[in-house]
């Protein structure tokens, strides 16, 4: 078979690896979070190889993707979190979905919909999803009424930490323990209580409540700025790679790609990689963005296009057919993906998520 020429490897056994290491730090039951095509990486494979690794339940945003899972066999707990103004949840029952709710009316329409469980969103700081302090109370005594009424179990509480900084966070964490004691003024004793995400978890003990929802750190990548994915002992998942499809030689003073924002200045050779900004390769890049290919290490010559760019290979022998990488393992010689995140002023989390559907997934590592 022919090798795809755009390719998304992701190594699974790394995701298993990450999964374990990331519990074995945690010592709580871990939640793997495989939203948003498990960040680009593949939802299924991904969520199999997570609950491998020692994750228990699976972590998404909406029905959709919570049913993807149930539609390829995955049973086990999927919490979503995220839903659609007046969402009917009659299909998150059919399939055993625990829902995350945000909002009075959602509560109601999960108890409506004979949803088997809900954990309850709490905001404590982020001032994005989840129940406002002002009615943390209406909302608890609603959800135990319903639960008295075995509409559902309330399974959880869970909030999300800004990543500001350590007070910041340690902020958040004081404000959620308030949440905990309110709700059991009302009755409310869930099992389950989580707040951290990779970062928070990482770092902080006492951000670990019982359960924590390993997003990042599944994929082997680092969510934080000052340390590597070897820093953390995670592998990175994902190789992105592309296979040269024109070589040239150009002479002195040739102009390359949109806008001529390469010029050549001397003769030399051109490899062209057929991967662009519909692939989700960032069109805003300044400088600091390599392909390894052959082992050697070349910086994008003149801008991104939708389908392709030009690396300048100068005298080094390249051919069509050769492959690019874009990003990979740094501890196997391919770059990180942090260096075009930061080429591009953005996140590893970006760039991963938003590749588009062309570069074809493969999986090693099953
Ligand atoms: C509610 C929630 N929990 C967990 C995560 C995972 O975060 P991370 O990838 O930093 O682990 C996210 C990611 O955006 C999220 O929105």
Redo the contacts with the bound molecule.
């Keep these: 078979m022919n090798r795809p020429f755009r390719e998304v490897r992701v190594d699974l056994s790394a995701v298993r690896d990450n999964i374990r290491t990331f519990a074995d730090r945690v010592g709580v039951e871990v939640l793997a ?1 495989v ?1 948003a095509n498990a ?1 680009g990486h593949g939802a299924v494979p991904v969520a199999r190889a997570a609950l491998a690794g020692g994750a228990t339940r699976l ?1 998404v ?1 909406d029905l959709t993707e919570a049913r993807q899972l149930r539609e390829a066999g995955i049973e086990a707990p999927i919490l979503a ?1 995220l839903h659609a103004p007046d969402e009917d949840f009659t299909g998150a029952a059919a399939d055993s979905i625990t829902v995350g709710v945000s909002t009075l009316a959602q509560l109601d329409a999960a108890a409506k919909a004979g949803v088997p469980a809900v954990h309850i969103a709490v905001d404590t700081g982020l001032s994005r ?1 989840g129940v406002a302090e002002s009615q943390w109370r209406d909302v608890f005594a609603r959800a135990a009424g319903y639960e008295r009424e075995g509409a559902f179990t309330v399974e959880g509480i ?1 909030s ?1 930490l800004s ?1 500001t900084s350590a007070p910041d966070d340690v902020r958040q964490g004081e404000r959620f323990r308030t949440a905990i004691a309110v709700a059991a003024e009302y009755g409310l004793q869930p099992p389950l209580l989580h707040l951290a ?3 928070g ?1 990482w770092m902080f003990p006492e951000l670990r409540f019982t359960m924590v ?6 994929y082997g990548l680092s ?1 934080f700025d000052a340390k590597t994915s070897a820093d953390l002992g995670l592998r990175p998942a994902m190789r992105l790679s592309a296979r040269i499809v024109n070589v040239k030689h150009l002479p002195a003073g040739e102009g390359i790609s949109y806008g001529y924002l390469y010029r050549t200045t001397q003769e030399t050779t051109v490899a062209l990689v057929p991967l662009g900004y519909a692939d989700g390769i960032p069109r805003v890049l300044g400088p600091g963005a390599v392909v390894s290919i052959n082992g050697t290490e070349f910086p994008i010559a003149g801008r991104v296009a939708m389908d392709q760019f030009v690396v300048d290979v100068g005298a080094h022998p390249v051919s069509v057919g050769d492959e690019a990488v874009l990003w990979g393992d740094p501890e196997k010689g391919e770059p990180a993906v942090e260096r075009w995140a930061k080429a591009a002023g953005t996140i590893n ?1 970006e760039l991963v998520t938003r590749l588009g559907n062309r570069p074809v997934r493969t999986y090693v590592g099953d």
């Design positions: 979070v939203k960040y972590g945003v979190w999803n869970f999300h990543g995400a990779t970062g978890a929802r390993a997003g990042i750190v599944t969510p989390y």
